[in-house]
């Protein structure tokens, strides 16, 4: 328990707290104009943070070897009598994105952790259509890599501090869109962009999760990794500008 600290932060605003044994003005109290001080919330509150490993290397090293696979899949050089395997290959991607997901969301960081959770379920649906692999299931496909696809556009709207992060979600959009053309017209033209663009989303995730591992491990960036304005203070500010705002954050506030 040695990793764990406790930082002390002045909360700006307290109402009264009202508890089973908060004493009550009885009527001679009231009749006399007897103040009865109440006791109220101190001042001063715990929040306890846990340093962990960046979960970040982990979501992007499985992306980059899924993505490598069905890459290889739409551009034709795993046939269509491997589907299964290729469903047996890619379905630990979505235990494992959704781990990494799971720790970026106890680091507080909502924006790497919705990009993992959601890449996992992508995982899983491709798994289950290469295993089940329904007739007539193209334009169901193409319907939810489009959708996906504006669903990381808003994501990569919001995400402009993490360079990395962001040629990912761009290699991400162009993938998912050719590949939802592919589904929708069955050409083999869009298969192959759709794959070469899933190819080059597997070189990108590499440099991004060995990038972010090194920078982990060694505390300093040895790759460029792009961090600008908030990313860039979470790496080099001091412990105060990571606390600053914690009494409004998720798990502190009383409501989502």
Not at 114 to 125: D, G, K, Q, R
Not at 135 to 154: E, N, R, T, W
Not at 179 to 208: H, K, M, P, Q
Not at 231 to 254: D, F, N, T
Request: proline share 5%; charged share 10%.
């Amino acid at each position: 328990m040695k990793d764990i600290k406790r930082y002390y932060i002045p909360v700006r605003k307290w109402g009264v707290a009202m508890t089973a044994n908060t004493p009550k003005h009885s009527d001679s109290e009231a009749a006399t104009g007897l103040q009865v001080q109440e006791p109220t919330i101190p001042g001063i509150t715990t929040v306890t943070l846990r340093p962990i490993a960046s979960p970040m290397p982990l979501g992007l090293f499985t992306l980059a070897i899924a993505s490598a696979v069905v890459s290889a899949v739409e551009v034709g050089i795993i046939p269509e009598s491997s589907f299964r395997a290729v469903s047996l290959i890619i379905a630990p991607a979505f235990l494992l994105q959704l781990v990494a997901a799971i720790f970026a969301f106890l680091s507080r960081d909502t924006i790497a952790a919705t990009v993992l959770a959601s890449f996992a379920s992508t995982w899983l649906v491709g798994a289950l259509a290469f295993f089940i692999n329904p007739p007539d299931i193209g334009k169901a496909l193409g319907i939810y890599y489009f959708v996906f696809s504006i669903f990381v556009l808003l994501i990569l709207s919001l995400a402009k501090s993490k360079l990395v992060l962001s040629a990912i979600m761009v290699c991400a959009v162009l993938r998912f869109v050719s590949s939802g053309i592919y589904e929708f017209t069955n050409s083999s033209a869009a298969g192959l962009v759709a794959g070469i663009v899933g190819f080059v989303l597997t070189i990108v995730a590499l440099y991004g999760a060995h990038s972010l591992l090194a920078e982990d491990v060694t505390g300093r960036a040895p790759f460029p990794v792009g961090r600008s304005g908030m990313a860039r203070a979470a790496m080099e500010g001091p412990l105060s500008q990571q606390l600053e705002g914690l009494e409004h954050s998720a798990g502190v506030r009383r409501t989502l």
